[in-house]
């Protein structure tokens, strides 16, 4: 049997606080009754909450508030600190789809509901962005509003480009075609496929045919080339590789070795000939990394843990632990 899908009860707080900021309703007794949640199960953050507790509570309030767009109207107005984050991906993304998949990974440690993936037609005319949901049997349309709400205002806050059709692949609200064309100031679509944005036109916010397939394999010399204080040993260049790399997840000991044109045995021969292995220079990597981004006070966890190439924000949250000795949650109540 299938496990149902969970989400973290760091996250779930998360959503539970935005939508207690619509409805007072939403109390420990709501979360007891109509939840099924204990609120003891709430005070340890790394555990699992159903994930259809994130839909139950999107539902109630949208049936409470009488709202038919619920989220496009919540996305619009509530989500300025996920603009916030994107405007400082797209200053390292080098284009439209490498922004696109850094903001994929984003949304799933943020939210842990869902995806994003592009498309791209052959002959170059048509560049979709898709919403992938975790949980697709189970779900209300106003969670795929708001995601791609969201990633629309991204987009356009970042290339000044607007999507020319929206596809939603649930049915139109009644009497609401005209309002979501002015949201997504598009011609909007239903009970497609697929939820996505199209976009015509980009051509040159994508890289090149060559770009495609040599990215990687040009980005070790160029990145060095261009490194100011000259790597002192074998470790060192690995590291400043690592950290290029972190902000697109967590890079292979098979990719490092392969931009340093060396096999991954050399590449581990030579780390061992410095006293150290791969895993312990991207582990201190990261944590040198940390401990700068900390003292950025508009960064959150969230934006860390991505800038750090974690892909669960369980995973980034062990390792704070581990390296400062106390967790994420102690450490923001002393800088508070």
Known sequence: MAMKPTLSARTFKIHLRRHQVFN???????????????????????NRIPLRCVYTLINYTANKENDLILGLRYAKGQYQGFLKSAESFNKVATSLPDFVEILSRYMCLSTEIGSLSWHLEENGNSFSVRFNLVDPEFTTYHQVDGALMMLR??????????????????????????????YFQADTLFDQPNHQLVYKDVSSLLPSADEFENTIEDFGPMELAKHKHQPTGFGDSVSFLVERLLIRGEPSRETIAKLLCLSVRTLQRR??????TYQELLDQTRKRLAQQYLNNPNATHTDIALWLGYSEASQYYQAFKRWFGCSAKEFNNTRS
Not at 153 to 176: K, R, Y
């Open 153 to 182: 205002e991204s987009i356009t806050a970042n290339f000044s480009i607007h999507p020319a059709l929206v596809a939603l692949g649930h049915a139109c609200p009644q009497g609401m075609e005209d309002t979501y064309k002015d």
């Open 271 to 276: 780390l061992s000939q410095e006293n150290t």
């Open 24 to 46: 007072r309703d939403i109390d420990d007794t709501f979360i007891v009754n109509e939840l099924g949640i204990d609120p003891a199960d709430l005070e340890d953050d790394d």
